[in-house]
């Protein structure tokens, strides 16, 4: 009776609070890929999960699907879902509070249900909490980042509902970042906090969903993962065809979130963000200076300008390619040559976990700190802490979800190349690729010859031939030898890209620490 007295209510209330983001009522905005939401994939293949079950739902005005309409509106005009409860994570379910502000639970005006908050009096359920419902269901958009809390959160209700004895679903959504990007400083147990929960790199690489996965090792609850449909880990936040909603104040758009890291490493130190999350710099720095250094190291998809705010020099980041830019490397760059050119210090944390200054919470460990105090270059700074990185990437590959794809990826012309088979490294380590989505986006026709098992490929002037385990191909007629050959594989022909570009006229250039091949 509630929910159909109060529907109208539940609508303006709803409009208001996605008043930053997509508007209800707008059509989906989904490509040609086919891309679903984990909450939209619920409705229609999982809704077992869900149906005729106390709801409790943690959430924020993120939490919206495609059309930018909200969960909360939607298991609450869904007359089989009884949503009995909210859980508000750092800001609020609304997203305006700002960055450390307590946030009070309270009852929903409209909805009449209790909102409870997650970062006031308590940062994880308490039984109480969670004693009227059957389900815990999780859906929020993250930014990538270890520091971000919104997956503390997440790591904070699970073992609660552990502890409790409640089943957890995540609604799984984008890494905005991409699932390719993995870098930074691997927190140590010392140093966990709820800027860091668990043993992650800055930048994990991983969706909401895998990182539940990846938590539950320690924790073993009864966890389900809803995934994205045409999500591919290759896949920036632009590929997706979603538009951004604010996720928290200071991340109103899509620099901010791939500016997050770059900029806002420098806690305590005098080094700080600004813009949100758009400079760098710090009081009494070169901007000409950082912007040199910055701009002459390896740093790709990214160009550093300078520009002064009053009395602090720094960078301004103009980022020129999504897929290549590493956001948490590029943070330890501008955070190294700030102390190379400025009177910057270094917190020291004590020997109590109270003790634990932030600077050293956030980068993970106090290692950094030191490599600072030092004077180590940003390369001797990556190189010290790769060791420990790469043990990650190991222990993380084991808690991917494989609808995404491989740890691999194609741009062609700026944009994600979409393939129905995934590309793999074959033994001459070259990347093997389904030939007709990597010809449609090079602009080329193609034909297969099933009785000669021939692929021809043509483009302006340019025809180039490949046979099936053939390491022998044919450019205007004329024979070139390669290390490796085409393939049939899942019943996909597959080509070798490097190959295949370069006989079209384009470059393509391998990005080994991302697996990313771009080709320009």
Not at 92 to 120: F, W
Not at 128 to 139: K, P, W
Not at 159 to 176: S, T
Request: aromatic share 10%.
């Amino acid at each position: 009776m509630l929910k159909k007295t109060l529907a109208a209510f539940v609508l303006l209330s709803l409009l208001a609070l996605n008043s930053g983001g997509a508007k209800i009522g707008a059509q989906p905005a989904r490509g040609d890929n086919g891309f679903k939401l984990g909450s939209e994939v619920l409705l229609e293949s999982y809704y077992h999960l869900v149906k005729g079950k106390k709801v409790g739902l943690v959430t924020n005005q993120s939490g919206v699907n495609s059309r930018g309409e909200s969960t909360i509106e939607i298991f609450q005009g869904d007359r089989d879902i009884d949503l009995v409860a909210l859980y508000g994570p750092e800001h609020g379910i609304d997203g305006k509070a700002r960055a450390g502000e307590y946030v009070e639970s309270y009852v929903h005006p409209e909805l009449g249900i209790p909102v409870y908050s997650l970062y006031g009096a308590t940062r994880m359920p308490t039984e109480e909490m969670l004693r009227g419902i059957d389900v815990l269901v999780f859906d929020i958009q993250d930014i990538g980042a270890r520091t971000y809390t919104y997956i503390s959160t997440l790591n904070y209700c699970m073992v609660a509902a552990q502890k409790y004895g409640k089943p957890v679903v995540v609604l799984d959504r984008p890494n905005p970042l991409g699932g390719m990007i993995v870098e930074g400083p691997v927190l140590e147990d010392r140093f966990i906090s709820f800027v860091g929960v668990d043993n992650l790199p800055k930048a994990h690489g991983m969706t909401a969903g895998e990182l539940a996965r990846f938590f539950n090792r320690k924790i073993g609850t009864d966890l389900h993962v809803v995934p994205m449909e045409g999500y591919r880990r290759g896949m920036v936040f632009q590929d997706t065809g979603l538009e951004w909603v604010q996720t928290s104040p200071n991340i109103p758009d899509l620099d901010s979130v791939f500016g997050y890291m770059a900029t806002g490493l420098g806690e305590g130190t005098g080094v700080f963000q600004a813009d949100k999350f758009k400079w760098v710099g710090g009081r009494s720095l070169d901007s000409a200076s950082m912007a040199a250094l910055l701009n002459s190291a390896d740093l790709s998809g990214v160009t550093f300008i300078p520009e002064q705010r009053g009395d602090a020099g720094g960078v301004r980041l103009r980022i020129t390619n999504y897929y290549l830019f590493n956001p948490a490397r590029s943070g330890i760059y501008a955070l190294a040559h700030a102390f190379s050119l400025g009177q910057f210090r270094v917190p020291k944390s004590g020997a109590t976990a109270r003790e634990i200054v932030m600077f050293d919470k956030v980068m993970g460990t106090d290692k950094i700190g030191q490599c600072l105090e030092q004077g180590l270059s940003p390369e001797e700074i990556v190189t010290k802490y790769t060791p420990a990185l790469e043990r990650f990437k190991e222990e993380r590959a084991r808690y991917l979800l494989s609808d995404y794809g491989p740890q691999l990826a194609v741009v062609a012309g700026g944009s994600h190349v979409y393939f129905d088979v995934d590309p793999f490294i074959d033994g001459s380590s070259r990347l093997i690729v389904p030939f007709r989505a990597l010809c449609e986006a090079l602009g080329a026709g193609v034909d297969w010859d099933p009785q000669t098992r021939e692929v021809t490929i043509v483009k302006g002037d340019t025809r180039v031939q490949f046979t099936i385990d053939s390491t022998a191909a044919l450019v205007n007629g004329e024979e070139k030898t390669m290390d490796t050959r085409a393939v049939i594989r899942d019943g996909r022909t597959m080509i070798p890209l490097r190959y295949a570009g370069e006989y079209l006229g384009a470059r393509v250039t391998w990005y080994a620490d991302k697996r990313i091949a771009v080709i320009d």
